[in-house]
């Protein structure tokens, strides 16, 4: 990507976690609208984590064959974006899970580092704001540099179209601010990486 004073921004990889194991998640629908959004600033990447067994310490050598997939995906991208809903006042059992298996064996965690953003919707006024504050002191707990700035998104049925567009236009200009800021500090990070390893 060239920025408008001709430099070049690094490809920035990104890693999009959905933390509702539904086939019909709002917040699958609001992630894919999102990508859409960032079309051009990112290269994103959908991470299952519905296939992910229950943690277990003993089960950690050898690792399972779904969670060493996950765990090399979330390892390989630049940035994460997550979008989750809120379950109970929290963050879903499924999504706990696997920050639980990318955190593990110890010494083995796949978040340290890692640039994150975090947003959700559900139909309810403040959205996911519990399950946001949750999730983004668990994952500065473990390490990953969560950006500021929030994103509660109170879903209606119209909110995103079939082709994946945000339908309101405050929604979408507010939407669009919040992963244009996800995609610079992504794209800072990836750019650190790169010269570093140079």
Do not use: C
Not at 16 to 38: C, D, M
Not at 94 to 117: C, E, F, M, T, Y
């Amino acid at each position: 990507m060239i920025t408008e004073m001709g430099y070049r921004m690094p490809e920035v990889n990104v890693a999009v976690v959905v933390g509702s194991n539904r086939l019909q998640s709002i917040n699958r629908r609001l992630a894919q609208a999102l990508v859409k959004l960032a079309d051009g600033k990112i290269t994103a990447k959908l991470v299952r984590i519905d296939d992910l067994p229950m943690y277990n310490q003993d089960a950690e050598r050898p690792l399972p064959a779904s969670v060493a997939r996950f765990k090399a995906e979330i390892g390989a991208a630049d940035a994460l974006l997550f979008v989750t809903p809120e379950h109970s006042r929290s963050i879903p059992a499924v999504l706990k899970n696997a920050i639980d298996w990318g955190a593990r064996p110890h010494g083995q965690s796949v978040w340290i580092g890692k640039p994150a953003a975090i947003t959700g919707t559900s139909p309810g006024a403040i959205g996911t704001a519990v399950a946001q504050q949750h999730l983004r002191q668990v994952l500065g707990s473990l390490g990953a540099v969560v950006m500021g700035g929030e994103a509660y998104i109170t879903f209606r049925p119209d909110l995103v179209d079939a082709g994946g567009n945000i339908t309101d236009d405050g929604t979408r200009q507010f939407l669009q601010a919040f992963v244009d800021q996800f995609a610079a500090l992504a794209a800072r990070f990836a750019g650190s990486a790169t010269a570093r390893a140079a």
